[in-house]
């Protein structure tokens, strides 16, 4: 499985991004997704998830209630909607594939096996 993110940019606190992850290979609909962010001097951290074809979701208190994950099984996409931005988001966003990961393990990022090359995300304030 190959990844592709893309969408990032530069914003203003309280704007919006939306930022997508074009995988390649026939049976997307059956890895669970999940974008992960690295700040400059920081580990990186779990940011969504939602799996293969039921589509649940799973945020970390962080971005509950600003950023939605989805994906679109046909397109082979995953998209991750930020709203009200805050300085704080600013990172490197990547996107991620796991081939088995269990609900309450959706946010270690050693449960991944595909990794997208990340896609800049600067929230100015």
């Known amino acids: 499985v190959q990844l592709q993110a893309s969408g990032g940019g530069l914003v203003q606190a309280g704007g919006s991004l939306r930022l997508s992850c074009a995988a390649s290979?026939?049976?997307?609909?059956?890895?669970?997704m999940g974008w992960f962010r690295q700040a400059p001097g920081k580990e990186r951290e779990f940011v969504a998830a939602i799996s293969g074809s039921a589509g649940i979701t799973y945020y970390p208190d962080s971005v509950k209630g600003r950023f939605t994950i989805s994906r679109d099984n046909a397109k082979n996409t995953v998209y991750l909607q930020m709203n009200s931005l805050k300085p704080e988001d600013t990172a490197v966003y990547y996107c991620?594939?796991?081939?088995?990961?269990?609900?309450?393990?959706?946010?270690?990022?050693?449960?991944?096996?595909?990794w997208g090359q990340g896609t800049q995300v600067t929230v100015s304030s």
């Open positions: 991620a594939a796991g081939a088995a990961i269990y609900y309450g393990d959706y946010a270690n990022l050693n449960k991944y096996d595909y």
């Open positions: 290979g026939r049976t997307f609909s059956s890895y669970v």
